[in-house]
């Protein structure tokens, strides 16, 4: 395999994971980049329905 340094795989091990965590902490980030992922966001949650309140949830000890 060539080390062009970039992922060849999707998952990463929980080392490379604390490496990258560390390495970002303390960026901040623009008011732009905030402003778009709060609207992002707000798209994103207004297409997630409510969870309906009349209706238990099954619980998986009881028997149908």
Known sequence: MNNTHKRQFRE????????????LRGR???PTHSENI??????YW???PSK??????LNSNEQM
């Open 12 to 23: 990463l091990s929980d080392s490379t994971k604390a490496k990258i965590s560390q390495s």
């Open 46 to 48: 207004k297409g997630v």
């Open 28 to 30: 901040s980030k623009t």
């Open 52 to 57: 309906n309140k009349d209706v238990e949830p």
């Open 38 to 43: 709060s609207k992002a966001l707000k798209t």
